[in-house]
């Protein structure tokens, strides 16, 4: 259980383009999902956090125009960085807290991460 | 400014003795404490939550949270080369639900 999925794994594309990454829960409903950027050596930056059916919660310094997060239904959230730069190139990666259909009582505090994409932008 | 501190290591240990991988944090009010595994150019995976002072086991894993001195410690005996990884603590103080990561403490663990 607690499976948390993210396509693509990797892309590659031009600068000014935009990228749309899909985060899903297979088998609970997240009542919250959060997004990561890891840039190489160093640890998780929250970068929002958001919740199913209202706008999301930017962290500080954290373009909100340029971080787009739909939360369109409890099983998916998607991240589109708009007009990428090479900048923006990093490890993006989300999770998801545990909701509906856990079980047990702690399921409800853990975050379960999703596998992570890999954006570069050239 | 809340904060969650792990020393970076590397802690290298040989095959088959105790790693013990240690974690501080600043804010008192904190409830939930979580340590995660991060292979190299791989997401963190959830191994362990603890909410309570004490110990809690799980398999060659034991959490340790020690409140009052705001401090968390994760133990794996008879640890494996497949172990090494970075282990990162979390902390969770608030409502919202949001973690705060430390810098992680990167284990290697000799054959």
């Known amino acids: 259980g607690a499976v948390v999925s993210q396509h693509p794994s990797r892309v590659i594309c031009k600068s000014g383009t935009s990228v749309k990454i899909e985060c899903r829960s297979l088998d609970f409903q997240a009542t919250t999902m959060f997004w990561y950027r890891q840039f190489p050596k160093q640890s998780l930056m929250l970068m929002a956090t958001s919740n199913e059916g209202s706008k999301a919660t930017y962290e500080q310094g954290v373009e909100k125009d340029k971080f787009l997060i739909n939360h369109a239904s409890l099983t998916l959230s998607t991240l589109t960085v708009t007009s990428a730069h090479p900048e923006d190139s990093s490890f993006y990666i989300c999770?998801?807290?545990?909701?509906?259909?856990?079980?047990?009582?702690?399921?409800?505090?853990?975050?379960?991460f999703g596998p992570g994409t890999r954006l570069t932008v050239l | 400014q809340k904060e969650v501190e792990q020393n970076s290591g590397p802690l290298s240990v040989p095959e088959g003795a105790i790693a013990s991988l240690n974690c501080t944090y600043s804010?008192?009010?904190?409830?939930?404490f979580f340590w995660y595994r991060q292979y190299s150019g791989k997401s963190p995976e959830l191994i362990m939550s603890i909410y309570s002072n004490g110990d809690k086991e799980d398999g060659r894993f034991t959490a340790q949270l020690n409140k009052a001195s705001q401090y968390v410690s994760l133990l794996i005996r008879d640890s494996q080369p497949s172990d090494s990884a970075t282990y990162l603590c979390?902390?969770?103080?608030?409502?919202?639900?949001?973690?705060?990561f430390g810098s992680g403490t990167r284990l290697l663990v000799r054959p």
């Open positions: 979390a902390v969770r103080g608030d409502s919202s639900y949001k973690l705060i």
């Open positions: 804010d008192r009010v904190s409830q939930s």
């Open positions: 999770s998801a807290r545990g909701g509906i259909g856990g079980g047990l009582t702690e399921f409800y505090n853990e975050q379960f």
